[in-house]
């Protein structure tokens, strides 16, 4: 979501003209792939009674395609902010080679995470209220505005070294954690500040699903991964394969061992789709590890392919190189389709994927035009932001 120009990279790392990393802008592309299909499936399809929240046993459709096509778009949550975090770094580099003061890069990344919060209140949940009617949709929180105060309070870190980073966001993933666990399940008493800073849910007519301090976490670690990664981009690529790996490993022994603070809802049956099914909200440590592991590993393929991806994932980059433009179009892209086909009512996974595939066609020649006229603006302009 982030403008993400990069500091003087190492000589053999593959850029595009301008500063950016292909295997980054490749998959951010792919998140909003992702995502666009499990918002298809919200806009066109019978809701499944699967349930991912922290204070009820967690459930799961086990037809094998409603599955998957819900459960890739996990990768887009903890890619969002981690690679927002990362891009906030690599903001900073840049501007401070250009003659900014810290000061005037954290003004600037402030305000940009009030207009985040902004679009939440205005063109997300619009484009959510249209398809469902309910006026009181403009009252749920989601993922622009936990994305945008996590700027905000991030912003403030940016003097920290990475160690500093990576201490405070475990800390926090961690704390929030405990906090949920201490709660046994039982959600009854929290206030609306609760569930906006710690736990997932609904608070009158507020509904809260991504609730600040575990993505301030996430966010923050992203942060280090950019430290990390404009010290030497290529080293740091290299060892992403290994940290992914180490954490989808550690994903499925803390699925192995359920008591602990890693998981906030043990597995309801014996089944792989069981074991799969961690808590989202809150993330759960398990939940992140698998997330950001999986996000690790794509993000050293696409490293590994960019001659590839230049050539043949063109359509990727260019999603990928205008996120925030893609996100509101396709919401409302998708909304307005819904409003014509299926009326909510399908169940069948492969029939909402064709619109699905039909949006996507029609998004990318308009982030393709987005992307090239933002790159012609000056570094500064605002429409860089989107």
Not at 326 to 335: A, M, P, R, T
Request: proline share 4%.
């Amino acid at each position: 979501m982030t403008e993400q120009t990069a500091p003087a990279p190492a000589a053999t790392t593959t850029r595009k003209p301008g500063g950016r990393a292909v295997a980054i802008d490749a998959l951010k592309g792919l998140i909003m792939v992702v995502m666009a299909l499990d918002h298809v499936r919200s806009f066109f399809m019978k809701w499944d009674g699967v349930k991912e929240i922290w204070y009820v046993p967690a459930t799961y459709n086990p037809e094998f395609w409603n599955f998957w096509a819900r459960y890739i778009s996990h990768l887009a949550a903890p890619g969002f902010f981690f690679l927002m975090g990362m891009g906030m770094v690599l903001m900073r580099n840049s501007r401070l080679k250009a003659g900014w003061e810290n000061s005037k890069v954290v003004r600037n990344l402030v305000i940009r995470g009030l207009i985040l919060v902004a679009l939440q209140f205005t063109l997300e949940d619009a484009a959510w209220a249209m398809r469902s009617g309910n006026v009181a949709r403009f009252l749920a929180t989601g993922v622009l505005s936990t994305l945008g105060l996590a700027m905000v309070f991030s912003a403030f870190a940016l003097r920290f070294r990475a160690w500093g980073m990576v201490a405070l966001g475990v800390a926090l993933l961690i704390g929030n954690q405990v906090a949920v666990l201490a709660l046994d399940m039982n959600k009854e008493g929290l206030g609306l500040a609760q569930f906006l800073l710690v736990y997932a849910g609904a608070w009158g007519p507020v509904k809260v699903n991504y609730p600040l301090i575990p993505w301030l976490g996430v966010t923050l670690l992203g942060m280090a991964y950019g430290v990390y990664w404009a010290a030497d981009s290529d080293r740091c690529y290299r060892q992403t394969l290994w940290g992914g790996l180490a954490l989808i490993g550690l994903f499925v022994l803390m699925r192995m061992m359920p008591d602990g603070i890693w998981n906030l809802r043990q597995a309801t049956d014996g089944t792989f789709f069981g074991f799969m099914q961690a808590t989202k909200y809150p993330p759960s440590l398990s939940w992140l590890a698998l997330t950001l592991g999986a996000n690790a590993i794509i993000l050293w393929l696409f490293w590994k392919g960019e001659s590839l991806v230049s050539g043949m994932g063109k359509v990727l980059l260019d999603y990928g190189r205008s996120p925030l433009f893609f996100y509101v179009l396709h919401l409302h892209l998708y909304g307005t389709m819904s409003l014509f086909v299926f009326n909510k009512h399908t169940e069948i996974a492969s029939a909402a994927a064709v619109w699905w595939l039909v949006g996507l066609a029609i998004l990318w020649p308009a982030c393709r035009y987005y992307g090239r006229f933002k790159g012609s603006t000056h570094p500064d302009s605002v429409w860089r932001f989107f």
